[in-house]
Antibody
Framework: QVTLKESGPGILQPSQTLSLTCSFS??????????VGWIRQSSGKGLEWLAN???????YYNPSLKNRLTISKDTSNNQAFLKITNMDTADTATYYC????????????WGQGVMVTVSS | EIVLTQSPTTMAASPGEKVTLNCLAS?????MNWYQQKSGASPKLWIY???NLASGVPNRFSGSGSGTSYSLTISSMEAEDVATYYC?????????FGSGTKLEIK
């Protein structure tokens, strides 16, 4: 059974760095073809893809967030991470992690999401 | 960046009515995924590879399209189909989602 669960600080102040963890089970990020991605959704708005990390440690980022994103993984502990620097109120959103199956189906399983609020 | 434009933004359909949701890409894409999101819940994979139904998706749903034009069709609207539907292009980075179509029932 595939499950993913995001965790994060809940609230942080502008200019701080957001650190998110995606803890998953039912698959391994060391398996050929596997990938985990991060997507966010501002309140009442649409979905925005942020980054992907692949089994071979290839990484892809949304250029709209320029150099603020860093994605990483810990395959031993079945976790993926996302850091976003210089957080702003505009980054207030629900952050999701989702996986790509080895059969090539992108974002077939999603976590429940974690709400992050940026406020002074 | 490939921009996906979904139409309509919002629509209401009667039970039993045929529904078509559209997703127009600014450049040609190889295939499209669709996700269903109900209020307060995470998105769910609904259709992948343009026309393949995800596990558990009722067969009243179908997907089609090619190039820059894709669609999701419900052959007969049911109350449980009320949700927002998003398309996602996977052909090139950055991955992009459409802005969604909110489907309501009359």
């Amino acid at each position: 059974q595939v499950t993913l669960k995001e965790s994060g600080p809940g609230i942080l102040q502008p200019s701080q760095t957001l650190s998110l963890t995606c803890s998953f089970s039912g698959f391994s990020l060391s398996t050929y073809g596997m990938c985990v991605g991060w997507i966010r959704q501002s309140s009442g708005k649409g979905l925005e893809w942020l980054a992907n990390i692949w089994w071979n440690d290839d990484k892809y980022y949304n250029p709209s967030l320029k150099n603020r994103l860093t994605i990483s993984k810990d395959t031993s502990n079945n976790q993926a991470f996302l850091k976003i620097t210089n957080m702003d109120t505009a980054d207030t959103a629900t952050y999701y992690c989702a996986r790509r199956s080895t059969e090539g189906i992108l974002f077939d399983y999603w976590g429940q999401g974690v709400m992050v609020t940026v406020s002074s | 960046e490939i921009v996906l434009t979904q139409s309509p933004t919002t629509m209401a359909a009667s039970p039993g009515e045929k529904v078509t949701l559209n997703c127009l890409a600014s450049s040609s894409v190889s295939y499209m995924n669709w996700y269903q999101q109900k209020s307060g819940a995470s998105p769910k994979l609904w259709i992948y590879g343009t026309s393949n139904l995800a596990s558990g998706v009722p067969n009243r749903f179908s997907g089609s399209g090619s190039g820059t034009s894709y669609s999701l069709t419900i052959s007969s609207m049911e109350a449980e189909d009320v949700a927002t539907y998003y398309c996602l292009q996977l052909s090139s980075y950055p991955l992009t989602f459409g802005s969604g179509t909110k489907l309501e029932i009359k």
